[in-house]
């Protein structure tokens, strides 16, 4: 896949004329980012809205993922599925992701309806 091999590109250094930033310097950003969220919310909840390549590295961040398995789950993203990260007893954990509960089946026999 395209994108993969851009991550990878991006990752070794290929891309640095044409990227604003390194790879490193966007996880470093994503993951204060995600430190950030977490202090917000202490025992609550913050909501993040933001793009799948943020949200798979805050999750990298988060629960300390290598460089290929964030790919791997970048890639699984879909536009408007619903990450959940929680914090518990003093660590991460991932609860739910790239859920579409709002695409339910019967939600789509709807939508279809007006299309």
Known sequence: MLLGRAFVAWNDGHLA????????????????????????????????????????????????????RTVELNLQLSNSG???????HGRWTLRRWNDLPHFAPSDLAQLRSFV
């Open 17 to 68: 004329d044409v990227m604003p930033e390194s790879l490193d310097q966007f996880r470093e950003r994503a993951a204060r980012a995600a430190r950030r969220a977490g202090t917000a919310a202490g025992d609550g909840t913050a909501l993040v809205v933001s793009s799948g390549g943020a949200i798979a590295r805050c999750a990298q961040a988060l629960l300390d993922l290598d460089e290929p």
């Open 82 to 88: 619903i990450v959940e990260l929680w914090h518990e």
